[in-house]
């Protein structure tokens, strides 16, 4: 009997090929799709309550969108060659858009937006600082300085269009990482076509909440005075998404559990066992349930400010948990059984290893220092607009 | 140490005539035989027949393709399963101990029905592991050899996730996906594979589905036949006879 497996595997599934990096993969690029849609939300649909969060979702987005493929880069065996998917991508593989994908979303949506919406405000640094932060300044005018009336209303039509193209691509980033799972027939874990739309859902769930958390955060860090309102209005974005979300993962629980097909008494039997913790106490019950109970509770009854300021920021702490619980159940889950269906193994993860949890947590921690050097270069407090309330 | 303007022409000359000598050598030494030049690939269409009642669990074939290939230790191009199935057929008892590399221990249970079932990779004709790879570095040759290209593989293991079968693996030295070529080296020199040739009892047999004398025809058409996993509609081409429902 080999170590941690318990019945037949075939002999070359033992070991795990997609590890905890994986797992973060669509983690990250779920924050990135659900920040810019919040972002979104105030620039196309004129949500006027999200503004203060409006520049502070564009760059989380950003940094975490900066940090995207690295996870992918670290796993793979030849990284130097990861290049050929932009030169000879192979036109009926799922992954090799993703470079693509990636690029479209970076180059094309998020900078331009950013650039256009800061434009000013870098045309003005430009202009009053000295050293060698105006030489960074100059360098980001991209040699415009011309910040008349008229050129920002080009400005601000310009980015609107970017911003309406920005979300069919953002969908387009999250729901395509979902077809990378969803698309493998062989794993009946992973192949069904409710993925691409549980992963965009839960990735709109898990941006929201990470924008909230860092709104809430930078607000006490620079002791201001948290605009309720805007508090408020995330709050709700954030349960209409998550009873969304949850709704579709639980039409596809139900819609296995009743077809019952020939891989359902093993995956049956592993989430009642090897996920138990994962999938039904931290994604089910502490990260859904809890967080959407607590949410709901603010739509229901009137608290105060401050006991609602910590509902949400708790909530969303949960929801980050389960989501990204979510995650590891789905990339994890789906290779903890055989594709026999007659035996499971176990994955135990390493800790300075190249795909282990040092490089992990590194990988989580690398987008807040890029939030934070993107924050000092493009202040995205808006102090002046809080109104009352 | 003084050295005159003659000497080092002259030791450049040496050196240079070594080092295109060593050379012209190992290109013609170093090198692995190409396929045969009367091999023409269009000719072919390569798949495995496998008689089960035929194989007695030996492990010949898994230590001649380890050995053939290089294979390396834990992982396997092939792989030998042994079913004991009661009558709840549906859950049978598998086993496949270091893939069968050295056989198997003796069965003691004389109330089940016990066979072998030799694995390897199906060489699927739409195989989804050549749909997923994402830069096309796994292909299906034109003579119907699945293969993957050591120098354009990223490692990304896709290819392993789209795998139905489990019949490949990450090497560990490479970083690449690797897998059974079928012995592609010996094939296209008019050679079977090295599993087939260990077989002492012929239950694994190389066939040419192109060439209208090979057995596989009579094979297919008066027997019980079979492939694995056919809902996943790859087009397998290693065929089992009397393959059991339970196998999967």
């Known amino acids: ?389 | 140490m003084e050295i005159t303007r003659r000497q080092l022409l002259t030791r450049c000359t040496q050196l240079l005539v070594l080092t295109g000598t060593a050379a012209a050598a190992l290109e013609k030494t170093g090198q692995a035989p190409g396929p045969d030049d009367t091999y023409h690939m269009a000719d072919h269409w390569w798949g495995m027949m496998i008689d089960i009642e035929k194989c007695i669990g030996c492990g010949n074939c898994v230590r001649a393709c380890s050995k053939e290939n290089n294979v390396p230790e834990g992982y396997f191009r092939t792989w030998v399963e042994r079913y004991q199935v009661t009558e709840d057929w549906e859950h049978p008892k598998v086993d496949s101990p270091d893939g069968a590399i050295h056989g198997f221990p003796a069965n003691t249970d004389p109330n089940v029905k016990s066979f072998f079932v030799p694995k390897l990779c199906n060489h699927c004709a739409d195989s989804p592991c050549v749909q997923v790879c994402p830069v096309g570095a796994t292909f299906v040759s034109p003579d119907g050899v699945v293969l993957v290209d050591p120098d354009y593989c990223l490692g990304c293991r896709y290819c392993i996730q789209a795998c139905p079968y489990g019949c490949r693996y990450f090497h560990p030295e490479k970083h690449i996906a690797d897998k059974c070529t079928l012995c592609y080296h010996r094939i296209t020199q008019g050679l079977t594979t090295a599993c087939c040739e260990a077989c002492p009892t012929g239950a694994r047999r190389l066939c040419d589905l192109k060439d209208p004398n090979d057995p596989v025809h009579e094979f297919l058409r008066n027997n019980m036949v079979h492939v694995l996993k056919p809902q996943m509609a790859t087009g397998a081409k290693v065929y089992y006879n009397n393959l059991d429902g339970s196998v999967r």
């Open chain 1, 1 to 389: 009997m080999i170590n941690g497996v318990a019945g037949y595997m075939y002999p070359n599934e033992v070991e795990l090929q997609w590890s905890l990096l994986i797992v973060l993969y669509p983690y990250i690029t779920g924050l990135v799709a659900g920040a810019f849609i919040l972002a979104s939300l105030e620039r196309v649909f004129k949500v006027e309550e999200v503004r203060p969060t409006y520049r502070l979702a564009l760059l989380t987005a950003l940094a975490f969108l900066l940090v995207a493929p690295l996870p992918l880069q670290l796993h793979l065996g030849h990284p130097e060659r990861s290049f050929e998917m932009y030169l000879t991508p192979h036109r009926t593989s799922a992954m090799a858009m993703f470079g693509f994908v990636y690029l479209w979303y970076l180059m094309v949506v998020l900078l331009v937006e950013i650039w256009l919406d800061y434009r000013a405000d870098i045309v003005h640094q430009a202009q009053t600082r000295t050293g060698v932060m105006r030489w960074i300044y100059r360098a980001l005018t991209l040699g415009s300085q011309n910040v008349s009336p008229a050129s920002r209303r080009i400005d601000d039509k310009v980015g609107y269009v970017v911003t309406v193209i920005g979300i069919p691509s953002a969908f387009l980033l999250h729901g395509y990482v979902g077809f990378i799972f969803g698309s493998v027939k062989a794993n009946p874990w992973w192949s069904t076509p409710l993925m691409p739309v549980v992963f965009l859902f839960s990735a709109m769930t898990s941006g929201i909440a990470a924008v909230l958390v860092i709104y809430v955060g930078s607000s006490l860090l620079r002791r201001t005075r948290i605009d309720m309102r805007c508090l408020d209005a995330v709050g709700k974005y954030l349960f209409y998404t998550f009873v969304i979300d949850f709704s579709l993962e639980m039409l596809d629980l139900v819609h296995r559990t009743y077809e019952a097909d020939e891989s359902f008494r093993s995956l049956d039997f592993m989430v009642h066992t090897r996920l138990f913790i994962s999938q039904i106490v931290v994604q089910i019950f502490l990260g859904t349930l809890l967080p959407l109970g607590l949410l709901a509770a603010t739509q229901l009854v009137r608290f105060s400010d401050a006991i609602r300021r910590r509902i949400y920021v708790g909530a969303s702490l949960l929801t980050l948990v389960g989501i990204f619980a979510m995650r590891w159940n789905v990339v994890i889950g789906g290779q903890l059984f055989s594709k026999s269906f007659l035996g499971y193994t176990t994955y135990k993860v390493e800790f300075a290893a190249r795909e282990g949890l040092l490089p992990a947590l590194a990988l989580m921690i690398l987008p807040f220092v890029l939030l934070l050097v993107l924050v000092k270069l493009l202040p995205p407090w808006q102090e002046q607009e809080v109104t009352e309330g």
